[in-house]
């Protein structure tokens, strides 16, 4: 079982600079990623997104996996109308990937415009070392869990 957790921040760029930090805490075996991204929302609130294009649920999936996790946490469709439309392919297949919707909220809420977040799905981490690296910066965490169910259905939904 995966763990999606997400920790916002209050200016745009602090998740970029986590992400760095925690990319390097990968190579010291402290967490094992399957996938990161940072989002951030420009002052007049669009949404940007970087992923490091890694894989999730054993298929190749990155793009289409952040374009549809996002997608749903967020109810935008993101890099135009093909994701989009992914979006809605997946989820009328009813690939949610049991997120709750006060989840969805909350992470909503985190990345308020002029706000970002970094977004890591985790397979295994020594969680008092990582948080403890990761407390001069502050932020707030949210975390959920991402099942092999979850993870299995939305690699067969997106063709992984």
């Not at 415009?113 to 070392?129: D, F, I, N, Q, W």
């Amino acid at each position: 079982m995966s763990e999606l957790i997400v920790i916002g921040y209050d200016d745009e760029h602090t998740a970029e600079r986590v992400l760095d930090e925690v990319q390097a805490m990968q190579k010291d075996y402290l967490i094992d990623l399957d996938d990161a991204a940072v989002v951030r929302r420009t002052p007049e609130g669009k949404l940007k997104v970087q992923t490091t294009g890694g894989s999730i649920g054993g298929g190749a999936i990155g793009g289409a996996f952040w374009g549809m996790l996002l997608g749903v946490l967020f109810l935008v469709p993101l890099a135009g109308a093909a994701i989009g439309g992914l979006v809605g392919a997946l989820m009328g297949k009813g690939v949610d990937l049991g997120i709750k919707d006060d989840f969805k909220e909350q992470v909503g809420d985190l990345v308020a415009p002029g706000r970002s977040a970094v977004m890591l799905v985790v397979r295994r981490s020594t969680p008092e070392k990582v948080l403890e690296e990761l407390r001069p910066h502050g932020g707030t965490v949210l975390r959920t869990s991402l099942t092999h169910a979850d993870e299995e259905a939305l690699a067969k939904a997106l063709g992984g």
